[in-house]
Structure formats: structure tokens, C-alpha cells
């Protein structure tokens, strides 16, 4: 039901691009053919850390069928990055990590591909290896980046090694406040690597055209990511590459090239095409991906909490340590998240947490899906029921006791605006079972075995990068946006044509969102971040105005009237109030050729204007709760969720079924990050679960239903007060389930993921099996 | 050495050549160029290839191509009536079960043949049909709505 | 790769004769069609789906014949294997997935030898035979003596398995198959656990008990010492512990990418433990005291 001001927004219509997806039209990166096209293929580093002492591309070349074989050597001498320029896309000198790409080939066939890629010789020099990112911090570590700096900004006196970036959280004198705590519970928690593993693989495509510029056609999340740099890593100016995007088969920040150093297989790709003069497409494997692709890093948190013995929390010390991975990619900005968010959401006074982002032989971390928060929530959201304990108190009526309220700061956020925290741990409380008793909630009888627990979270939402949006109304009506954002599930499809639909009154089957071409789309950062409704939700809605200006201008004449009295309904320009004065909306549209050419509205989100808007007003971030029933097997460890609540401010929800969409995929996954997901490694840096049949996605039988709850009445600073919700359910649940393990057995698991064995463990050490 | 697989998709019969390592899905995918079968793990772990073969669901990619001679093959090209969605299809619209598609006809396969047995799924038919479709997007709450929302179509429940 | 499709089994023995160590059998595929695309691609082929008369399940007055070609959902499926081993068709219900089942062979996955194989302990403890073809001649082999280690059996490079005898458990006889998995049945089994207890006439007392685990040993094996505990005896709290205690130690588990050996043991215990108190139960209706 859409709310009564508006015509669309606030209803689930089909989702543009179903059609196509369930009769199983070619549309993905994957489905892509080009004529003449050659296969490609990338030759990997087989250490997790070496000198390359020599390359021999000889024999490979000389295979029929090969037409290019390139190294480090055929490509410019520019390096990549994000947080630092740390990384050829073509291994040169080192390799750091078992996926760092060595060599690639373009061949005729995905067999002569193969055969060549085992004819380069590569000579490598191992070194010493550095998995567990602590142990990279030591001075005695090898050094995985001779030539980059260690942050200017490290305490003094520090002395560590291979530290990427540094972060400090400092408020008020928790030392003090900490000695003057009545409790105070010291705990360390971890978590480890996991891949995003979306289910379509990557893929680029390159061809040169006549003109000599290059296209690249990417299932990439941030074309213009890729356009910057294959643009760079080839040398060539920004016109002439151009970037078309296809529909992605998933991606949650793993897809996300240009805006992290993550795999840069377009650049790879688009050297082989110049280099054999034929389209060259790569398609990478499943396995492949998981071992060379970006990923969501593994941190080890430190957290101290001093509270008084009526539950006010008074004092939180912490350190975290993160793990980049080989190369600075997202490290450091996902890091010093997850050390913002140790600092936790609730009211700190006296704060200081240390964040430290390191390098280890392994893969790059990525922004995949909250990057750094998921991590962070273990450790607060575990750790606020271990006080709740000490405290005597029930986890509900702990937490409540420490919500920020309106006009509050917490980490991160100088002032808040409005806060729907408190709501939604009461909602969520409720909805699980917990009976509210004065200020206690008490919570339901549970069998055998079962616990209940929950967890809250919060996303730092902030003003990112900002992204533009075109509006086309063409000559008949119907309506064509272009932003910079793709679709993989997300906003572009599902919002966004609600909001052009409502400000031009067309029906959403009038509007088309296209896909991104670089040529001709606004830039954008990507599709990342939940900003996708904010960004281009806010772009498109200024763009739609824009354009309906237009058309009211140019109708205001003949239909005698103030553009101001003008308004659109069922594609017919009218005057308010006397809807027998009208024009068709097709014939102001056609008209424009004559006036102003085409009607083009054009839009912004404006960066400085939010982040004015919210130092005025303060912000309004979009918390959760989630709250779930375990049963746990004593004998094996096993966890079975049994009831999985999720309860969430999404300020106002623009297409309704797409958020809960996106909430019930994130809670999914971070169920899976909880319960069965983890990348693991041996000694040396290799990974030993890429494929599917041991790096353990959840199936349909472990999935409980996941019960989404809105609460509303929090706008926030998206498009009609929306606020993105494509990260924010990946959070709390991994808190959720290992207190409501902690319920049910007594054990506290510091440690993820909260399998079978890891929880047999934890009660065996507990005497409790 | 090449193998010439005359089979049958959709009710219509092809006739191509395939090597003897060729799989299933790479016959359909890269030489009959139906792309609605989806290439994801290809190591039969994840279901987003998956076909009817003889009547029965099965991951094409670890399928050779050489067992399609004789065979009649469903893929999920072959499930609309002209314009008209197949029922399955139509409620994964519906639901909001398609979020970026990827699983999608894997999922819509699996799910016409459990329906096509029974209208009535208990929880552990749905498990039984679609525990070997994975998703990574709707975290399966919407699928499981979409299941029920056409099988109550199916049965004329809706 | 060259590729053949025998038409009989002197055909395809002939085959595997000619070509030794460079041939390959092939039924569903589902294992061989990974290995070609992600190991070695064999120097030849040979699929075996086209042999006549081994794709049936046959009862055969105190046992069930079935062909190795026999599909895991074919046995799921069969209301003859449901009703009479229910140890086998529990394993061949917590196959992969459905898509799986429909074309992997119970052949296939005694073939493999692979000690998490979930069909091979159940034959190990309803103590099938194995029917092999050579080119000297045929072989029978009870399936505890047909595997020899990981991917290695009776078969060998050069025979072909023409058909599973499995004879009906004795009146009186309760079996259970418990995988342990993190997900369920899509999983490998991290350790499987086949066990069936047969009670006296007066239900008091275990005539016969037998334990076969899987994924714990470079073969599938019994838990030998675990069954001559239990022989005998009636079936106690005190003796089910020190069974599955027992049944712990019998076993050889490694540490993988999967689990450790540690917790392997504990599974083991775990799962002899259920087992034997859901066949006493099923057996003699009371609970183990």
C-alpha cells in the first residue's frame, strides 16, 4: 500500500528485469559473447610470498593457438591501489599472496589457454610467509611491502611492521573513568576470512576498436571504477576506454574493481586484447574466484568495557587488528570502520580504541557488505551480553539502558537526529518472545538445549561519494534514466524507477533504467555502500524534477496557466484542479524539439550538502536489531536456528519487498558467516576450501524464515527520507546466534565461525561435554 | 574426437557435435547457445545448472554431453507458453524471489518438478527439491513465498 | 580423449585391458566429470552406462540384487530397499542433493572408495557382497574386504563391478545411518555412521551388533572390538558410553580443511552413541537404561 501522499512510492511492483531473468534470457557478463573472441586466462603466483626471479614466456608463445602471452614487462610501469599505490596488475619483482596474477594468455580455446598457461616458466624465490595478521605486526615479521610506508599517524614508540593504516578512537579519559568502573569484563573475539561468493563468476570482455579505443564490457559493480584503471594501468587517457556494464549475477562488494585493488582482471583483459589485436574475454572459476578475488577480512578484536553496577556503561578500551591481505585495497578503510564500531552505538563517554590494518599473504580484502561492521558487532554485541551477566541483568533491559536517544553522539556520529534504536530492540524483543516486566524482559520457556539471543547494530551511514542521474522523457512519455549504478538485486531496478515514475506521474512500466555505459551514464562510485537509493535515488529525484519542470515550462503557454498550477497524471500535463485543461504528456515531450531540443533532466546527489545537513541537524543512522531461538546439539556442537527475527529503520521504504529482499539476503549471510563459512589456509598461504564442496555456503535447510520487521518514523537522508538497507542486516547476526548459543549452554564462543566443532569445543572446555 | 549428439530440448530436436569431455551444460551453453542454464561452481554443488532430463532434475555440468543422445531435455527456456509465464515462473516475479536472477532458472526447474508431483509440498518435499539450489541473495525466505504462491495457483487454491 | 561405449561387459573389460592406466570408467559422472575438467583428463573414456542388465534392483528371496548402475534416487525410490535396508536407503537419502541422486550411481560410489563414501558403510554392515567381472572371470568379495584405501578397491584398474548383493538383515534387526554434516545431506559427510543391532527373542539382550563408519579411516571400516563388546550383552547406559568410547578408538580420523582428527573421535562417539540407543529403542521399544 503506498502511503496516501504518493502515487507508487511505498509499493512492491514487479521487479523491472524479472521477466528476462526467469525465462533465461543471456543478459549476465557470463552469457556475453564476442565475435572473433579469444578466451583468456591468468597464470597465478604458486607461493603465497616470493621474489620473481624470472619469467619465460618461450614455450607458450610458441603454442598454436596462442595469440598473446603477457607478464609485468608488456604493461606500463603504474602501479594501483586504494589507501596506497601498492600493486601491479601484473605481478612485478614479488608476489604476496597464492592469487597474485603472474602472466596471462590469449589463446583460441579455454584448452590451449590451459596448456599455455603451464608452459610459463615462472622461477620464483620463496620467502618467509605471514598468515595470522598479529604475527605480521611483529617486528620480526617478513615485510611484505619494502617500499611503502608505515602510517604517519602511528602512536609513538609503536613499533610494529607491515602496518597498512592506523586508526585511533579517542573520547573523553577512559582510563580513568575504566579504574573507576564497579565492572569490568576484558574479552578478545575473531573472526576469519570469508568470500562474498556471489554465484555468477567474474568475468571481462575487451575488444579494440577501429578507432583504437578500447571497450571493456564488465559485470563489475563500479564501472567507473574500471574505466580509471584499465585507463591507467594502460596508459591511455579516460575517453578512450569505454566501460559497458552487464547485469550481475551477485556481487555484495566482491565485484566491486576500481574500488578497491581487488582483482583488476578488465585491465588484464583489455592488455591482451591490444597485445593479440582480437576481443579477448576471461571468465574466471569458482575456484579461481575464491582464491585470487577480494574477500571480506578476518579481525581480531580486543574489547574492555568498565560499566556501574547499575548498568551504565562508563568506559570501553579496545584494539583492533585487521587483516588487509596482501595489498592495501579496502583494508584501511574497513578497518578503521570496524574500529569506530567497536566503540559500539550505544552512549560511550570515554572511549579509546586502536585500529590497526595489516598486510598478510593472503587475499585482498574487499568493501564486502558492511565492510568492517559484521566483525565489529561480534565482538560489541557478544560482548554486551557478557556484561549484561556479570551485571545480574537480561541482555534487553541492559541495552536499553545505554541507547543514545535525540541529540545524543555515539562513535562516529557527533549528533543524532532521531534514533529508532530503542524501538527496535523492543520490537524485536517482543517479537522473539521476551516479556517486558517493568524494566526487566523476561524471556519465554524454552526445551531442552535452546537459548534465545539477540544483538543490535548500526551502520555509520555518512555522505560517500556522490553520483549523478540523467532523465530522459522521450517523445512519447515514456521515460529513460541513466545513473552510474548497476543492478544486481538493488535500488536501480527496484526504487529507482518508483521515484521517476512518481515525479513524472507515468507508470513504472513507462520507465526504463539502462545500463551503464561510461560513455554516456553520469559517474558514480558503484553500486556499494547501500547508497544506491540515496545516491541515485536523490539524483534521480532532483533529475525528475528537473525534466518535469521543463515540461511544465513549456506547457505552462498553452495551457494558459503558471508552470507552479501544473501537474502530471495518467501521462497527461493538467492544471490542478481543472483537470479538463489538459495536454498529452507525449505532445509537450515531441513539442521540445522544437523549444528546447529534448527534454533532459539532470540531477545530483550533493556530498557537502549532506554532510552540511547532518552537522546541522545530526543524522539519523538506520539501526537493527535481530533476535533469534537456537537449539544446540551437546554432543556434536550443531546449532539449528530455530525462529530468526529481524527488525529494522529503513527510514521510509520505497519499494518495500526490495528492502526486505535485501534485509533477508544480508541476515543469510552473515548467518552463513556464523554458522559455516570460512576461508581456510595452510602454512604456507594456501587456501584449502575453494571450491563449493568445502567452502560451505548455507543451503535451504539451515535457513530459518527470516521474519522482517520495519519500524518507521525515522527518516533518513535519502530520497523521501529513505536510508539504504543493502548492508546493515549482515551486523548483528552472528552476535544473535552466539548469545543465544551463550543462552543455551553457558558458553561464550570468542571465536567464528560458531561451527560444529568450534562449538563442541567451546563446551568441552567448559566441562559442559 | 568428436561425438554428434542428436537429442531433444524443449520438444525440439538439435543435432551437434560435442567432444567426449564436453559437459551438458557446456553443450547447451556454448553450442546451442541457450543461456538460461546457468554456469556457477561447475562441480554439481550449487544447482544453478540444473535441467529436467528424462523427467528428472539433475546439474547439467556434471552431465557429459554424450548422455543427451536419446534424451529429452527440459531447460528453462522451455517452460513459458509464448508470452504466458509458467506459473512457477510468474510467482518468482511475484514474491520478489528474483533479486539478481543468477539461481533463478535452477531454482524455477527444481521447483516445476516438485510441483509438477505434488501441490501439497511439506517442508520437507520443498528441502528434498531445492536443497541443492543455492542462493546467495534472498537468503530464501521470498523462495520458499514463491513455492507456496504457485503452488496454490497450480492447485487453483489462488 | 578417446571415448568408448561398450556394449558388453567382455567389451568394456577388453577396453580396460587394452588402454591400462590411461582409461577411465565413467557411470553418472557426477566425480569423473570434476576430476576431467579440474585433474587429468584420461587418455580414454569408457562409459559404462550403456552395459546391459545393471541397472535393476531385483529381490531375490533373502536379499536384494541391485546393478551398480542403479542410480542413489533409483534405491531412494524403491519401496522394496525402503522397507527391508533401511540402513542404505537412509544413506542414499542424505545424498548430495536431488539433482545429485538422480544421476550418481550406487556403482559409482562404491567405485570411488572414497572413506567418506555414504553408501559404504551401510554395506559394510548389512555385509554385501561385491560381484566383480575380470577378464578371467567373475569375483564375489564381501564389501568388508572389497576396499583397500582412499580411491583404491577389489576392482582395481581392471575389473568392473557388475552388481551389489544385499541380504535382508535378520528378523529382529534395527539400522540406522547418522551423517554428520554442518549443512545436512548437501555436505560431505564428515563422519558416517552405520549401525544395526539385532536383539534376542526375548528382546533383552543384543545377539548381534554391528558398526560400520565412514570418513574416519582410509576405508570405510567396522568397528570390530565395538561389536564384540557389545555381543551378547543387553544394551546399558554404562555399555552404549563404552562402546561409542570404544568405537572412538577404533577409528583413524585425519585433520582436514574439514575438521580436525580431535573432533572426528568426539563425532564418532557421538553418533555410536545415538545409534545404538535409536536401534535398541526401535528394537525392544524401551529406552537404554
Given at each position: 500500500m503506498a502511503k496516501a501522499e504518493y502515487t507508487v512510492l511505498g509499493t512492491s511492483p514487479a521487479r523491472m528485469g524479472g521477466v528476462e531473468r526467469v525465462i533465461g534470457k543471456g543478459i549476465y557478463g557470463i552469457d556475453l559473447a564476442l565475435k572473433d573472441e579469444l578466451h583468456g586466462g591468468i597464470l597465478r603466483s604458486q607461493y603465497a610470498h616470493a621474489k620473481i626471479v624470472s619469467i619465460d614466456t618461450s614455450e607458450a608463445r610458441k603454442l598454436p593457438g596462442v595469440h598473446a602471452v603477457v607478464t609485468a614487462v608488456d604493461a606500463p610501469d603504474v602501479r594501483y591501489g586504494r589507501t596506497y599505490i601498492d600493486r601491479y596488475m601484473l605481478a612485478k619483482n614479488k608476489v604476496r599472496y597464492m592469487g597474485d596474477p603472474v602472466a596471462a594468455v590469449a589463446a583460441d580455446s579455454p584448452a590451449i589457454v590451459k596448456q599455455a598457461l603451464k608452459k610459463i616458466k615462472v622461477v620464483y624465490e620463496p620467502l618467509p610467509v605471514v598468515i595470522d595478521q598479529e604475527e605480521a605486526m611483529k617486528p620480526e615479521a617478513p615485510t611484505l611491502h619494502d617500499d611503502m610506508p608505515l602510517p604517519k599517524n602511528l602512536p609513538e614508540g609503536v613499533k610494529v611492521k607491515n602496518v597498512c593504516s592506523y586508526t585511533v578512537v579517542h573520547v573523553g579519559d577512559p582510563d580513568k573513568a575504566m579504574a573507576e568502573a564497579d565492572v569490568v569484563v576484558d574479552e578478545v573475539y575473531e573472526t576469519k576470512m570469508i568470500h562474498p561468493q556471489y554465484l555468477e563468476p567474474r568475468i571481462a570482455a575487451a575488444q579494440v576498436e577501429p578507432d583504437g579505443r578500447i571497450t571493456v564490457w564488465a559485470n563489475a559493480q563500479a564501472p567507473f571504477g574500471v574505466r580509471t584503471d584499465v585507463a591507467r594501468l594502460l596508459g591511455v587517457p579516460l575517453n578512450r576506454v569505454r566501460v559497458l556494464s552487464t547485469e550481475l549475477g551477485g556481487g555484495f562488494g566482491g565485484k566491486a574493481s576500481g574500488i578497491t585493488s581487488g582483482a583488476a582482471i578488465e585491465p588484464i583483459c583489455a592488455l591482451l586484447a591490444v597485445k593479440a589485436t582480437r576481443p579477448v574475454m576471461i571468465v574466471l572459476d569458482k575456484a579461481e574466484e575464491t582464491i585470487s578475488t577480494t574477500i571480506r577480512s578476518g579481525a581480531k578484536m580486543y574489547i574492555k568495557t568498565g560499566v556501574k553496577k547499575d548498568g551504565t556503561i562508563v568506559a570501553r578500551t579496545g584494539k583492533v587488528v585487521y587483516d588487509a591481505g596482501a595489498y592495501s585495497g579496502f583494508g584501511a578503510m574497513a578497518g578503521a570502520r570496524c574500529t569506530n564500531m567497536l566503540g559500539g552505538w550505544?552512549?560511550?563517554?570515554?572511549?579509546?580504541?586502536?585500529?590497526?590494518?595489516?598486510?598478510?599473504?593472503?587475499?585482498?580484502?574487499?568493501?564486502?557488505?558492511?565492510?568492517?561492521?559484521?566483525?565489529?558487532?561480534?565482538?560489541?554485541?557478544?560482548?554486551?551480553?557478557?556484561?549484561?551477566?556479570?551485571?545480574?541483568?537480561?541482555?534487553?533491559?541492559?541495552?536499553?539502558?545505554?541507547?543514545?536517544?535525540?541529540?545524543?553522539?555515539?562513535?562516529?556520529?557527533?549528533?543524532?537526529?532521531?534514533?529508532?534504536?530503542?524501538?527496535?530492540?523492543?520490537?524485536?524483543?517482543?517479537?522473539?518472545?521476551?516479556?517486558?516486566?517493568?524494566?526487566?524482559?523476561?524471556?519465554?520457556?524454552?526445551?531442552?538445549?535452546?537459548?534465545?539471543?539477540?544483538?543490535?547494530?548500526?551502520?555509520?551511514?555518512?555522505?560517500?561519494?556522490?553520483?549523478?542521474?540523467?532523465?530522459?522523457?522521450?517523445?512519447?512519455?515514456?521515460?529513460?534514466?541513466?545513473?552510474?549504478?548497476?543492478?544486481?538485486?538493488?535500488?536501480?531496478?527496484?526504487?529507482?524507477?518508483?521515484?521517476?515514475?512518481?515525479?513524472?506521474?507515468?507508470?513504472?512500466?513507462?520507465?526504463?533504467?539502462?545500463?551503464?555505459?561510461?560513455?554516456?551514464?553520469?559517474?558514480?562510485?558503484?553500486?556499494?555502500?547501500?547508497?544506491?537509493?540515496?545516491?541515485?535515488?536523490?539524483?534521480?529525484?532532483?533529475?525528475?524534477?528537473?525534466?518535469?519542470?521543463?515540461?511544465?515550462?513549456?506547457?505552462?503557454?498553452?495551457?494558459?496557466?503558471?508552470?507552479?498550477?501544473?501537474?502530471?497524471?495518467?501521462?497527461?500535463?493538467?492544471?490542478?484542479?481543472?483537470?479538463?485543461?489538459?495536454?498529452?504528456?507525449?505532445?509537450?515531450?515531441?513539442?521540445?524539439?522544437n523549444v528546447i531540443g529534448e527534454v533532459i533532466g539532470r540531477g545530483y546527489c550533493d556530498n557537502l550538502a549532506m554532510m552540511a545537513e547532518e552537522k546541522a541537524h545530526g543524522n539519523s543512522p538506520p539501526f537493527t536489531t535481530h533476535a533469534c531461538i537456537v537449539e544446540v546439539s551437546p554432543d556434536t556442537g550443531n546449532v539449528k536456528i530455530l525462529k530468526y527475527v529481524a527488525v529494522h529503520d529503513v527510514g521510509f521504504p520505497i519499494h518495500p519487498v526490495a528492502v526486505e529482499g535485501q534485509i533477508e539476503g544480508a541476515t543469510a549471510m552473515s548467518i552463513g558467516q556464523a554458522l559455516c563459512e570460512q576461508v581456510v589456509f595452510d602454512n604456507n598461504g594456501r587456501t584449502m576450501n575453494p571450491s563449493f564442496v568445502d567452502y560451505l555456503m548455507p543451503t535451504i535447510n539451515m535457513m530459518p524464515r527470516i521474519e522482517t520487521t520495519l519500524v518507521h518514523g525515522y527518516p533518513g537522508a535519502g530520497p523521501y527520507g529513505a536510508k539504504g538497507a543493502g548492508e546493515i542486516a549482515c551486523v548483528p547476526p552472528m552476535a544473535a546466534i552466539a548469545n543465544a548459543i551463550y543462552n543455551a549452554t553457558g558458553v561464550r564462543i570468542h571465536k567464528l565461525p560458531l561451527s560444529p566443532e568450534n562449538v563442541l569445543r567451546g563446551l568441552k572446555a567448559a566441562g559442559k561435554a | 574426437m568428436s561425438l554428434t549428439i542428436n537429442t531433444t530440448i524443449n520438444g525440439t530436436p538439435v543435432s551437434a557435435s560435442a567432444e567426449p569431455s564436453t559437459s551438458l551444460l557446456e553443450f547447451l551453453r556454448d553450442t546451442l547457445e541457450y543461456k538460461g542454464t546457468k554456469l556457477c561452481c561447475n562441480t554439481g554443488e550449487c544447482g544453478a545448472c540444473t535441467i529436467i532430463f528424462n523427467g528428472k532434475p539433475i546439474n547439467s555440468c556434471v552431465t557429459m554431453a554424450a548422455d543427451a543422445i536419446g534424451a529429452q531435455i527440459t531447460t528453462i527456456e522451455g517452460l513459458a507458453d509464448g508470452d504466458t509465464l509458467h506459473p512457477v515462473q510468474q510467482a518468482f516475479i511475484d514474491t520478489g524471489a528474483v533479486q539478481c536472477g543468477y539461481c533463478t532458472p535452477g531454482y524455477i526447474i527444481s521447483v516445476k518438478v516438485l510441483l509438477d508431483r505434488t501441490t501439497k509440498p511439506t517442508a520437507e518435499d520443498i528441502e528434498e527439491a531445492v536443497s541443492g539450489n543455492i542462493c546467495r541473495c534472498t537468503g530464501y525466505t521470498k523462495i520458499v513465498d514463491a513455492i507456496q504462491l504457485a503452488a496454490d495457483r497450480m492447485a487453483g487454491r489462488s | 580423449m578417446d571415448y568408448f561405449e561398450p556394449k558388453t561387459v567382455s567389451e568394456a573389460l577388453a577396453l580396460l585391458a587394452q588402454h591400462g592406466a590411461e582409461a577411465k570408467v565413467i557411470a553418472g559422472g557426477t566425480d569423473v566429470m570434476v576430476d576431467i575438467k579440474y585433474k587429468e583428463e584420461p587418455g580414454c573414456l569408457v562409459n559404462i552406462k550403456k552395459l546391459p542388465g545393471l541397472g535393476a534392483i531385483q529381490a531375490n528371496g533373502g536379499s536384494l540384487r541391485i546393478g551398480p548402475l542403479v542410480t542413489i534416487h533409483d534405491i531412494e525410490t524403491n519401496a522394496l530397499a525402503r522397507e527391508k535396508l533401511p540402513v542404505l536407503w537412509e544413506a542414499c537419502h542424505q545424498f548430495a542433493s536431488l539433482q545429485i541422486r538422480n544421476t550418481a550411481t550406487i556403482g559409482g560410489n562404491i567405485c570411488r572408495a572414497s572413506p567418506s563414501g555414504e553408501t559404504l558403510a551401510p554395506l559394510l554392515v548389512l555385509e554385501a557382497k561385491a560381484k566383480m567381472a575380470f577378464p578371467d572371470g567373475e569375483k564375489t568379495e564381501p564389501f568388508t574386504s572389497f576396499f583397500q584405501g582412499p580411491g583404491k578397491s577389489s576392482v582395481g584398474a581392471k575389473g568392473l563391478l557388475t552388481g551389489i548383493d544385499v541380504p535382508y538383515p535378520a528378523p529382529g534387526s534395527h539400522g540406522v545411518y547418522l551423517k554428520h554434516a554442518v549443512r545436512g545431506a548437501m555436505d560431505i559427510a564428515m563422519v558416517g555412521v552405520a549401525v544395526m543391532?539385532?536383539?534376542?527373542?526375548?528382546?533383552?539382550?543384543?545377539?548381534?551388533?554391528?558398526?560400520?563408519?565412514?570418513?574416519?579411516?582410509?576405508?570405510?571400516?567396522?568397528?570390530?572390538?565395538?561389536?564384540?563388546?557389545?555381543?551378547?550383552?543387553?544394551?546399558?547406559?554404562?555399555?552404549?558410553?563404552?562402546?561409542?568410547?570404544?568405537?572412538?578408538?577404533?577409528?583413524?580420523?585425519?585433520?582436514?580443511?574439514?575438521?580436525?582428527?580431535?573432533?572426528?573421535?568426539?563425532?564418532?562417539?557421538?553418533?555410536?552413541?545415538?545409534?545404538?540407543?535409536?536401534?535398541?529403542?526401535?528394537?525392544?521399544?524401551?529406552?537404554?537404561?
Open positions: 550505544y552512549l560511550m563517554p570515554n572511549c579509546h580504541i586502536d585500529g590497526y590494518v595489516v598486510y598478510t599473504n593472503k587475499q585482498v580484502c574487499g568493501p564486502v557488505r558492511g565492510p568492517g561492521g559484521p566483525q565489529a558487532a561480534f565482538a560489541v554485541e557478544s560482548h554486551m551480553d557478557s556484561l549484561a551477566a556479570k551485571l545480574g541483568m537480561d541482555p534487553v533491559e541492559f541495552r536499553l539502558k545505554n541507547t543514545p536517544k535525540a541529540g545524543d553522539k555515539i562513535v562516529g556520529v557527533p549528533k543524532l537526529r532521531d534514533v529508532s534504536l530503542d524501538e527496535t530492540i523492543t520490537t524485536a524483543a517482543e517479537k522473539i518472545g521476551f516479556k517486558q516486566v517493568g524494566a526487566q524482559f523476561i524471556a519465554p520457556a524454552l526445551g531442552k538445549n535452546q537459548g534465545i539471543g539477540i544483538a543490535t547494530g548500526s551502520w555509520i551511514e555518512s555522505a560517500g561519494p556522490g553520483g549523478g542521474a540523467v532523465v530522459k522523457v522521450n517523445e512519447d512519455g515514456s521515460v529513460t534514466v541513466h545513473i552510474g549504478k548497476i543492478d544486481m538485486g538493488t535500488a536501480p531496478r527496484f526504487g529507482i524507477p518508483l521515484i521517476a515514475a512518481e515525479e513524472l506521474g507515468v507508470p513504472v512500466s513507462d520507465v526504463t533504467v539502462v545500463n551503464v555505459d561510461t560513455d554516456a551514464s553520469p559517474w558514480d562510485a558503484g553500486t556499494v555502500g547501500s547508497r544506491a537509493i540515496i545516491v541515485s535515488g536523490t539524483a534521480t529525484k532532483l533529475a525528475a524534477i528537473d525534466a518535469r519542470n521543463q515540461l511544465f515550462k513549456m506547457a505552462a503557454s498553452q495551457l494558459e496557466a503558471s508552470p507552479d498550477d501544473l501537474e502530471i497524471k495518467d501521462k497527461q500535463i493538467r492544471v490542478k484542479g481543472t483537470p479538463s485543461k489538459s495536454v498529452a504528456l507525449a505532445t509537450i515531450a515531441t513539442n521540445a524539439h | - | 543391532v539385532t536383539t534376542n527373542a526375548a528382546k533383552n539382550s543384543l545377539q548381534d551388533a554391528r558398526i560400520g563408519l565412514g570418513a574416519v579411516a582410509p576405508t570405510p571400516i567396522r568397528a570390530t572390538k565395538t561389536e564384540a563388546l557389545l555381543r551378547g550383552k543387553p544394551l546399558t547406559a554404562a555399555l552404549v558410553k563404552e562402546a561409542a568410547a570404544m568405537a572412538a578408538a577404533e577409528s583413524s580420523p585425519i585433520s582436514d580443511q574439514r575438521s580436525s582428527a580431535e573432533y572426528r573421535r568426539w563425532i564418532v562417539e557421538a553418533l555410536t552413541r545415538r545409534g545404538l540407543e535409536q536401534t535398541w529403542k526401535a528394537a525392544t521399544g524401551k529406552e537404554v537404561v
